[in-house]
C-alpha cells in the first residue's frame, strides 16, 4: 500500500515569489510520482511525473519538481507565481509495476497568490 | 492532447431518483476508466475502476448496487447513483488511460459533475 502526504493544506504567497508545495510518499515498492493542478469547479489537469531517469522533472506552467528516493519526496516548485496559479495541488503515486493503474492522491494544496 | 469530457457538468435531484453520468475519452481509445469521488476542501477518493467488456472493481466500502458502472465501449463509461440520498451529494470526476499511450502510465481526467441531492 502506499500513502502520500502533502504537508501544508494552504500555501499563501505574494505574486512574483518562488514557491514550494511539499509532498512525500511511502511505499513499499518502486513508485511513479505525479503532481496534478486542480481549478475551480474542474477536473485535474497534469503538470508533471516522474517515471524514471533524471530526478528534476520539468513540466507545464512553469513548474518542476525533484524526486529524492531517500527522502522519499517529490516537492513541487516555481520561482516565480502569477495570479493565475491559484488552485489546488495534489501529488499522487502510482506502483510503477506492470499492470498496476491505481493512483493515491495526497489531501491537496491550496495555493494562493496574492497580487 | 488526451481530451475526456463529462456529462452532465452539474445536476440536481430529489432524494429517491437515480442518476447516471457519462464519461467520455474524445480522441483516444480508453480501455480503463476510474470513477472518483471528491467531499469539499478533500482529496480524490477512488471508487471503481472500470474496464471495458468486463465487471467494475469496487474499492472497499463502495457499494456496488448503489453505484452501477457500465464500461460499455472504449470512449464511453457510465456511473450511475441510484436511489440517490443527500450525502451522495458529491464531486465525481472520472479519469481515462489511453491505450496507445500506455507506456506513459498517464491518466486524462474529465472535468467533473457535481450532483446534488436534495
Known amino acids: 500500500a502506499q500513502s502520500v502526504t502533502q504537508l501544508d493544506s494552504q500555501v499563501p504567497v505574494f505574486e512574483e515569489a518562488p514557491v514550494e508545495l511539499r509532498c512525500n510518499y511511502s511505499?513499499?515498492?518502486?513508485?511513479?510520482l505525479f503532481w496534478y493542478v486542480q481549478y475551480p469547479n474542474q477536473g485535474l489537469q497534469l503538470l508533471l511525473k516522474?517515471?524514471?531517469?533524471?530526478?528534476l522533472v520539468k513540466g507545464i506552467n512553469g513548474f518542476e519538481a525533484e524526486f529524492n528516493k531517500s527522502q522519499t519526496s517529490f516537492h513541487l516548485r516555481k520561482p516565480s507565481v502569477h495570479i493565475s496559479d491559484t488552485a489546488e495541488y495534489f501529488c499522487?503515486?502510482?506502483?510503477?509495476?506492470?499492470?498496476?493503474?491505481?493512483?493515491?492522491f495526497g489531501k491537496g494544496t491550496k495555493l494562493s497568490v496574492i497580487p | 492532447g488526451a481530451v475526456v469530457s463529462q456529462h452532465p457538468s452539474w445536476v440536481i435531484c430529489k432524494s429517491g431518483t437515480s442518476v447516471k453520468i457519462e464519461c467520455r475519452s474524445l480522441d483516444f481509445q480508453a480501455t480503463t476508466m476510474f470513477w472518483y469521488r471528491q467531499f469539499p476542501k478533500q482529496s480524490l477518493m477512488l471508487m471503481a475502476t472500470s474496464n471495458e467488456g468486463s465487471k467494475a472493481t469496487y474499492e472497499q466500502g463502495v457499494e456496488k448496487d448503489k453505484f452501477l458502472i457500465n464500461h460499455a465501449s472504449l470512449t464511453l463509461s457510465t456511473l450511475t447513483v441510484t436511489s440517490a440520498h443527500p450525502e451522495d451529494s458529491s464531486f465525481y470526476i472520472c479519469?481515462?488511460?489511453?491505450?496507445?499511450?500506455?507506456?506513459?502510465?498517464?491518466?486524462?481526467f474529465g472535468p467533473g459533475t457535481r450532483l446534488t441531492v436534495l
Open positions: 516522474y517515471l524514471s531517469g533524471s530526478t
Open positions: 499522487a503515486v502510482k506502483n510503477s509495476g506492470a499492470g498496476s493503474y491505481q493512483l493515491t
Open positions: 511505499s513499499s515498492v518502486s513508485v511513479y
Open positions: 479519469s481515462a488511460r489511453d491505450r496507445g499511450r500506455a507506456l506513459t502510465d498517464t491518466q486524462y
